[in-house]
Structure formats: C-alpha cells, structure tokens
C-alpha cells in the first residue's frame, strides 16, 4: 500500500486544492475547529450524525458563524429519506417506523414520506401495544436517545410480520464522541434488533457505506475523481472515499493521529494527510 502524501505548505495547498471541483466535508472534528471555505470551490458538510434535521444544521452553523444552506448539507437521516424516495422508490401509501430523533422524522416528511414512532418514546411496553399495521413498510434505525424496549419489540414485530418490510440503518457507528465521554452510538441502538432478526440490514446509509456516496453523486451530479473526501476519522471518513472511489485527505484535529496511519501495516490510510483544515486559510 502507497503511503499517505502530507500537505506541509500553501505551495503545496494550491496543487492539492487545483485537483478537485468539490470538497466532501465531515464535520465534528474537521469543521468546528478549522476554516469553513476553500474559495471557489463546492462545499458539502457530510455526517453520520441523524439526530439533527439539515436546517438544525443551518441553526447550528449560524452560531459558530459559518455561513451553510440546507442544500450543502447532507446528514445520514437526509440521505435515508432521499434514499427511500429516490432510490427505493417508496410507496406512497406506506410508512416507516422510527428508531430515532426527530431529525428523521423532518427529513422523511421533506421528501414526502409518512412516518410513525416518535410517540412511543419513553413508554413503559405493554403486550397489548404490539398490534398489526400493515402499512409499515420499513423500519429505519439510527441515533434514539429514547430507546425502549417497546420501539425495539414493534419494529421487530414489523420486520417479521409485514411482508416485503425494509430494514434501514442511517449509520452504524459504534460511538460518538460526547462532550466528556464516549456515547453508544446508531450502531449500538440497532443491535438488538439485528441480533432478535439473527439478519443484518437491507441497508446502511451512512459513511463509510456506498448507498451514501450514490445518493450524494446523484443528487449533485459529482464527477467523482475531480472529488475529495476530508475528515478526521479513519474507519468512516477515509474509509468512506477509500470504499467509492473518492481521494480522501485525513485532518489530525480530531480522532486519528498521524501515528495511526504511518505505523507498519496501517489498516486504512488516506491518499492526502494536513495538520488542520484551517490552514486552507492561508490560501484566502
Ligand atoms: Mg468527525
């Protein structure tokens, strides 16, 4: 394996920057304490993080004072709903039930698709609850911080019953990084239900999966190698370019540091490494 390329200075910026027409950008770890343009450039903000609709991310944007329109965001509960109406085609007569925050719930009505589950937040489960409902016709799963064992009985109830009934994951990240300690994170809240199914998902969106690349090139029309994908995790961001095809550029200002992908045998590697995505700025 080619060892990674390390971007020392702006003459070495500017070559780097010529080579690509849009920047795939992850966020926690990259953007909070970095710069937040490459001028001339396309910019799009890529998470894992499904908990938050794209206009929560335009609100938290403004207060860090970074200026983003919902159209540059693409957020694994966004790229679930653009997946179910734009790839699957989803059913208009049909609904998904939610194992998630509300950030889900915006994003399925955004593209048009009904939705249930929120309520069940929460509730103390009761073998009454469990009832049939022949229009669930997925079960998507991602970040819940009301996770229950009624939510995990009804969509398993679902997924065994409805015929055809999709399972849909936003992402399966082990942790997230917390303020202070290391979360369960999407990965952890559907385990239950891949263990009680003894089967994995249909489907798992988020990075470092390809249904998220595919949405993402379709939907801005991307020429894939004029692409770079930038952040600071190895088993995610890189991985995520590494696996579609995109060059990929690993910050040292969040999880994974340089000793990680210059040691022998280093399991993934980006093409590009830099200390900050801040020090673009110097080009400005
Ligand atoms: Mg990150």
């Given at each position: ?83 179910l109406?734009?790839?699957l085609k989803f059913p208009k007569e049909k609904k998904i039930y939610i194992i ?8 399925l009505?955004?593209?048009?698709i009904r939705h249930c589950g929120?309520s069940d ?6 073998p009454e609850d469990i009832v049939p409902d022949p229009e669930v016709g997925a079960v998507l799963c ?8 009624k939510k995990l009985a009804k969509a398993l109830y679902y997924l065994k019953t409805n015929s055809d009934c999709i399972f849909l ?24 239900l891949?263990?009680?199914l003894?089967?994995?998902?249909d ?82």
């Amino acid at each position: 394996m080619s060892k990674s390329i390390k971007l020392c200075d702006i003459s070495d910026y500017e070559k780097f920057i010529d080579k690509f027409d849009t920047f795939l950008l992850d966020c926690d770890g990259v953007l909070w304490k970095g710069g937040d343009t490459l001028p001339g450039k396309k910019l799009l903000f890529v998470t894992n993080n499904s908990a938050r609709s794209r206009a929560d991310y335009v609100e938290k944007f403004k207060k860090l004072n970074i200026e983003a329109h919902e159209d540059e965001i693409f957020s694994s509960s966004y790229a679930s709903a653009y997946y179910l109406k734009n790839v699957l085609k989803f059913p208009k007569e049909k609904k998904i039930y939610i194992i998630g925050e509300s950030g889900i719930a915006d994003e399925l009505a955004s593209e048009g698709i009904r939705h249930c589950g929120l309520s069940d937040n929460d509730q103390q489960f009761k073998p009454e609850d469990i009832v049939p409902d022949p229009e669930v016709g997925a079960v998507l799963c991602g970040i819940d911080f009301h996770i229950n064992f009624k939510k995990l009985a009804k969509a398993l109830y679902y997924l065994k019953t409805n015929s055809d009934c999709i399972f849909l994951l936003t992402n399966d990240d082990a942790t997230f990084p917390a303020s202070g300690f290391i979360a369960p994170g999407a990965g952890a809240i559907s385990a239950p239900l891949i263990t009680a199914l003894n089967k994995k998902p249909d489907a798992i969106m988020g990075k470092p999966n390809k249904p998220m690349m595919d949405c993402i090139a379709q939907k801005f029309k991307l020429n894939l190698e004029r692409t770079c994908m930038i952040g600071d995790r190895l088993e995610t961001d890189i991985q995520f370019g590494n696996n579609n095809g995109v060059t990929t550029l690993l910050v040292l200002t969040g999880i994974a540091a340089e000793k990680d992908i210059l040691v022998d045998n280093a399991p993934i590697i980006p093409d590009y490494y830099m200390s900050s995505f801040g020090d673009f700025a110097k080009l400005c």
